[in-house]
Antibody
Framework: EVQLVESGGGLVHPGGSLRLSCTAS????????MTWVRQAPGKGLEWVAN????????YYVDSVRGRFTVSRDNAKSSLSLQMNSLRAEDTAVYYC??????????WGQGTLVTVSS | EVVLTQSPATLSVSPGDRATLSCRAS??????LAWYQRRPGQAPRLLIH???TRATGFPARFSGSGSGTEFNLTISSLQSEDFAIYYC?????????FGQGTRVEIK
């Protein structure tokens, strides 16, 4: 059974930092692009970042580029999202996703990030 | 970026009835469109990809159609477990984008 378990969410002040983690099991992690998607309260789903199987390519939505960094450790089947200079508009549930060809095949349950003073 | 507009926002349907959800793209996305189902309290699940290919685990009452800018998701006979929010997503053009979702609720 495929499992993606996110952790690291919580309450952080504007300008602060947070690191999200995702642990994968039940599939060959190193064969998949991995993705972070978020959903702000009352809003739709928004793609945030992608990372290629070997970590050699990374892509970000404009609103987080330069502030967020996605990384992966294939030996540990883990994905991370380092979030710096957080803003109120980054408040959302963040989902870790195993992707292929742009399709989001498997989703984690999500972790809530709240940016508030 | 490609804007996906889903309609209606909410669809009230009786169990056993047919439901048709629409997703319109602001520019052609070919057949590079997926649908996701999100049940209450659960993460989204891939339902349809390549506009009409059903994902593993979903029954044949779910079908997707369309290409270019107009897409539909049809649920032929709604079951209790089908009441959920459905999102479309295009992966033809970077960045991948989602529609705002259609909530299918019990009438």
């Amino acid at each position: 059974e495929v499992q993606l378990v996110e952790s690291g969410g919580g309450l952080v002040h504007p300008g602060g930092s947070l690191r999200l983690s995702c642990t994968a099991s039940g599939f060959t992690f190193s064969n998949n692009w991995m993705t972070w998607v978020r959903q702000a309260p009352g809003k739709g789903l928004e793609w945030v970042a992608n990372i290629k199987q070997d970590g050699s390519e990374k892509y970000y939505v404009d609103s987080v580029r330069g502030r967020f960094t996605v990384s992966r450790d294939n030996a540990k089947s883990s994905l991370s999202l380092q979030m710096n200079s957080l803003r109120a508009e980054d408040t959302a549930v963040y989902y870790c996703i195993a992707a292929a060809g742009g399709v989001f095949n498997f989703w984690g349950q999500g972790t809530l990030v709240t940016v508030s003073s | 970026e490609v804007v996906l507009t889903q309609s209606p926002a909410t669809l009230s349907v009786s169990p056993g009835d047919r439901a048709t959800l629409s997703c319109r793209a602001s520019q052609s996305v070919g057949s590079n469109l997926a649908w996701y189902q999100r049940r209450p309290g659960q993460a989204p699940r891939l339902l349809i990809h390549r506009a009409s290919t059903r994902a593993t685990g979903f029954p044949a009452r779910f079908s997707g159609s369309g290409s270019g800018t107009e897409f539909n998701l049809t649920i032929s006979s709604l079951q209790s477990e089908d009441f959920a929010i459905y999102y479309c997503q295009q992966y033809n053009t970077w960045p991948q984008t989602f529609g705002q979702g259609t909530r299918v609720e019990i009438k």
